[in-house]
T-cell receptor, first 109, second 118 residues
Framework: GQNIDQPTEMTATEGAIVQINCTYQ??????LFWYQQHAGEAPTFLSY??LDGLEEKGRFSSFLSRSKGYSYLLLKELQMKDSASYLC??????????WGAGTKLIIKP | GAVVSQHPSRVICKSGTSVKIECRSLDFQATTMFWYRQFPKQSLMLMATSNEGSKATYEQGVEKDKFLINHASLTLSTLTVTSAHPEDSSFYIC??????????????FGEGSRLTVL
């Protein structure tokens, strides 16, 4: 079966760095996405990786290793507004999106 | 980025009534739209894939007679929850992708509609 694993919850301190991991087992691979979702709101797109390596976008970076079925989202200089759920999603060989359960990130002052 | 608008954002209805939720792509043509349902503290659950001009493709376990999906134009898809019951109370979210040269196929989400059935 297809499976995406990410931690349920993480806590970090304002101004610090946090890494949210995602491992996946899917039927084929056509890209990995990270989305941010604040409570009660719809998800918003953060990043997309299809090739191995690191993609940097401001305070957020996303890494992919296809051979390991692994990705992480790195958030630097954490701000209180970064408190949200972070969803990892993989597009399989049928171009279907498989969603992880999300990681709730709690930022403390 | 592309904009997807969803309406209404909140709706409260009585058990047994039907509720229609609209999803519009405002600045691009979406040949395919997706409808998700999300229960509290859970991830997104794909309900169906809506293709313009054809019948929607429903995921296993989703009742197509209860959740009617219409995609009559390239910019509008609707989800109608028929004979709603309290267990249908949830957060319903639509999304669309803008597939073109250089696009990643990222999803653009509507604002979501929170349905409460009394």
């Amino acid at each position: 079966g297809q499976n995406i694993d990410q931690p349920t919850e993480m806590t970090a301190t304002e101004g610090a760095i946090v890494q949210i991991n995602c491992t996946y087992q899917t039927s084929g691979f056509n890209g990995l996405f990270w989305y941010q979702q604040h409570a009660g709101e719809a998800p918003t797109f953060l990043s997309y990786n299809v090739l191995d390596g690191l993609e940097e976008k401001g305070r957020f970076s996303s890494f992919l290793s296809r051979s390991k079925g692994y990705s992480y989202l790195l958030l630097k200089e954490l701000q209180m507004k970064d408190s949200a759920s972070y969803l990892c999603a993989v597009r399989d060989s049928n171009y279907q999106l498989i969603w992880g359960a999300g990681t709730k990130l709690i930022i403390k002052p | 980025g592309a904009v997807v608008s969803q309406h209404p954002s909140r709706v409260i209805c009585k058990s047994g009534t039907s509720v229609k939720i609209e999803c519009r792509s405002l600045d691009f043509q979406a040949t395919t739209m997706f409808w998700y349902r999300q229960f509290p503290k859970q991830s997104l659950m794909l309900m169906a894939t809506s293709n313009e001009g054809s019948k929607a493709t429903y995921e296993q376990g989703v009742e197509k007679d209860k959740f009617l999906i219409n995609h009559a134009s390239l910019t509008l898809s609707t989800l109608t929850v028929t004979s709603a019951h309290p267990e249908d109370s949830s957060f319903y979210i639509c999304s669309a992708s803008h597939l073109g040269r250089g696009d990643t196929g990222e999803l653009f989400f509507g604002e979501g509609s929170r349905l409460t059935v009394l």
